[in-house]
T-cell receptor
Framework: DAKTTQPNSMESNEEEPVHLPCNHS???????IHWYRQLPSQGPEYVIH???SNVNNRMASLAIAEDRKSSTLILHRATLRDAAVYYC?????????????FGPGTSLSVIP | GAGVSQSPSNKVTEKGKDVELRCDPI?????LYWYRQSLGQGLEFLIY????????KSGLPSDRFSAERTGGSVSTLTIQRTQQEDSAVYLC???????????FGDGTRLSIL
C-alpha cells in the first residue's frame, strides 16, 4: 500500500484555523486522498477526499499540492469537538473495493 | 438520515461463550466492511461484503469467526468459543459502492472475562 506520513500531534486554539499536513510522496495517478477522523470512544468519521483539485465541504477543506505529493486538511475554525485523531490515507480509485488502513495519524488537541 | 447502527454497544461475556454482533448499514449501501480495533491500535480488516457475498474474508483471524449478510442489508459477525484476545472494539462500515468513502458505526466494545 502507498504510505502517508503525518505529524504525531498538533495543538490549536479554539476558533482558530487548523492546517493538518500529510505527505504521500509515492502516490500513484489513480490514488485518491481520503481523510478520516476518530473522536474518543467513537467510530472513525469520513471527513473529505479528493484526487487533484482542492475540495470543500461542510466539515473542512482539502488542499492538494500540484505534484500531489502532499496535502493539507484545513479546519477553518477549530471547535472543542474537533479534538480527535486525524488520518490521511490513499485509496486506489481503480479497484472495485478498498480496505481502510490507518497509520498512527495526527492527534489534534484544541485549547479553549 | 440514519447512519450505520451497531448493536450491542457493549458486550461482556465469559471466555468460551459465543457472541453475535449486529450491523445495520446505511440504506442503499451495497458494500459492508467489518474491522476491529484493539486499545490504542489501528484498524484491523476482517471481512468485506458486496451485497450478500463476501469476496474478501482474508482478515478473519480464525475459523471461530464468521459473518453473514442477508437481504443486502443487515450483517452479523459471530465469534464462537470466545478467547480473551478477542477483546476489542468491533467496527462496521458501509459505503454506496466498494470505492466510495466508508461510513462507520460507533462499534461494539467486546470484553471477554
Amino acid at each position: 500500500d502507498a504510505k502517508t506520513t503525518q505529524p504525531n500531534s498538533m495543538e490549536s486554539n479554539e476558533e482558530e484555523p487548523v492546517h493538518l499536513p500529510c505527505n504521500h510522496s509515492t502516490i500513484s495517478g489513480t490514488d485518491y486522498i481520503h481523510w478520516y477522523r476518530q473522536l474518543p470512544s467513537q467510530g472513525p468519521e469520513y471527513v473529505i477526499h479528493g484526487l487533484t483539485s482542492n475540495v470543500n465541504n461542510r466539515m473542512a477543506s482539502l488542499a492538494i499540492a500540484e505534484d500531489r505529493k502532499s496535502s493539507t486538511l484545513i479546519l477553518h475554525r477549530a471547535t472543542l469537538r474537533d479534538a480527535a485523531v486525524y488520518y490521511c490515507i490513499l485509496r486506489d480509485g481503480w479497484t472495485s473495493y478498498d480496505k481502510v488502513i490507518f497509520g498512527p495519524g495526527t492527534s489534534l488537541s484544541v485549547i479553549p | 438520515g440514519a447512519g450505520v447502527s451497531q448493536s450491542p454497544s457493549n458486550k461482556v461475556t465469559e471466555k468460551g461463550k459465543d457472541v453475535e454482533l449486529r450491523c445495520d448499514p446505511i440504506s442503499g449501501h451495497t458494500a459492508l466492511y467489518w474491522y476491529r480495533q484493539s486499545l490504542g491500535q489501528g484498524l484491523e480488516f476482517l471481512i468485506y461484503f458486496q451485497g450478500n457475498s463476501a469476496p474478501d474474508k482474508s482478515g478473519l483471524p480464525s475459523d471461530r469467526f464468521s459473518a453473514e449478510r442477508t437481504g443486502g442489508s443487515v450483517s452479523t459477525l459471530t465469534i464462537q468459543r470466545t478467547q480473551q484476545e478477542d477483546s476489542a472494539v468491533y467496527l462496521c462500515a458501509s459505503s454506496f459502492t466498494g470505492r466510495q468513502p466508508q461510513h462507520f458505526g460507533d462499534g461494539t466494545r467486546l470484553s471477554i472475562l
